[in-house]
C-alpha cells in the first residue's frame, strides 16, 4: 500500500514537474515573442524617426530653395525693370538721332554751299583743286554706302584745309591767266589770303592779286628782290624772316 502511495507520489511529482517545464517553456516562448515584438516596435520606431529626421531635413533644404528662388525671382523683376528703363531710353535716344540726322543732313548741305562761297570770293588760291574737293563732297552726299557720320567728317575736313590757306606761307607751280588770250605756267605764292604774288618760270616777271578788280596786276622789277626772297623762304632754302609782299584785300567781301 505504501510502495503505491509512492509510485502515485512520483507520477504526481512528474507530473508536477512536466507541467512546470511546460509552463517555464511557455513562458519563455512568451516573452521571447514579447522581446520579438519589442524589438520590431523599436525598428520601426527607429525607422519612423529616421524618416521624420529624413523629411524634416528635405522640409528644411526645401524652405532654402524658397528662399533662393524668392530672391532670385526679385533679383529677374529688378532686371526686367532695368530693361524696361533701358529700353525706353534707347527709344529717346533712337527718336533723337533721327530728328539729329534730319537736322545735319541740310545742315551738310549748307556747309558745303558755304565752302563754295568761300573758294569763289576768295583769291584764285589753287582754285581748281578746291572747288574738286567741293564737286567730291557734293557727289558723295548722294552715296548710299558712305554713312552721315563719315560725310560729317570729310566736310569739317574740307573746312579746315581752307581755314590753313588763310594762315600758312606756301609756294606751288600753275596757270596763271594774265588775260583771256595769254595764260603762263609761273611760280605762285600765297600768304594766308592776304597776298597772293606769281613769278615767271625764268624769274623776270612778277604780278600780284589784285582784290578789286580780280585781276593779276603787274609789279616793278625793284618788287623782285623781296619777292624772291618770299619765294625761297617759302621752299624753306632759307631760314625763315622778315619779308615784303603787296597786299590787297577786298573790303566789300568782308
Do not use: C
Not at 508536477?16 to 511546460?22: E, L, P, Q, V, Y
Not at 533712337?94 to 549748307?110: A, D
Amino acid at each position: 500500500m505504501n510502495m503505491m502511495k509512492s509510485s502515485l507520489t512520483v507520477i504526481a511529482l512528474g507530473l508536477s514537474i512536466n507541467a512546470g517545464a511546460n509552463t517555464l517553456e511557455a513562458a519563455r516562448n512568451i516573452e521571447s515573442k514579447i522581446n520579438q515584438s519589442a524589438q520590431q516596435s523599436q525598428n520601426k520606431i527607429d525607422k519612423s524617426a529616421d524618416a521624420t529626421l529624413s523629411m524634416k531635413a528635405d522640409i528644411e533644404a526645401l524652405q532654402e530653395e524658397v528662399k533662393n528662388l524668392i530672391v532670385y525671382r526679385d533679383h529677374l523683376a529688378r532686371l526686367v525693370e532695368s530693361q524696361e528703363s533701358e529700353k525706353s531710353s534707347l527709344s529717346e535716344q533712337i527718336s533723337g538721332i533721327k530728328e539729329t540726322r534730319q537736322g545735319v543732313v541740310p545742315l551738310m548741305y549748307k556747309m558745303i554751299d558755304g565752302l563754295k562761297s568761300v573758294v569763289e570770293d576768295d583769291k584764285p588760291i589753287k582754285r581748281e583743286q578746291r572747288l574738286a574737293r567741293i564737286a567730291k563732297l557734293e557727289f558723295m552726299m548722294a552715296q548710299a554706302d558712305i554713312s552721315d557720320a563719315e560725310k560729317y567728317r570729310r566736310i569739317l575736313e574740307a573746312y579746315q584745309i581752307e581755314m590753313d590757306y588763310g594762315t600758312k606761307l606756301g609756294v606751288y607751280q600753275g596757270k596763271l591767266a594774265l588775260s583771256d588770250a595769254e595764260n603762263i605756267e609761273a611760280d605762285l605764292l600765297y600768304l594766308g589770303r592776304v597776298a597772293f604774288v606769281a613769278r615767271s618760270l625764268d624769274g623776270q616777271r612778277y604780278w600780284a592779286w589784285n582784290d578789286g578788280t580780280h585781276q593779276w596786276q603787274s609789279l616793278e622789277s625793284q618788287a623782285g628782290t623781296e619777292l624772291d626772297k618770299a619765294f625761297a623762304m617759302a621752299s624753306k632754302q632759307i631760314a625763315p624772316g622778315l619779308i615784303s609782299l603787296p597786299v590787297s584785300v577786298n573790303l566789300e567781301a568782308n
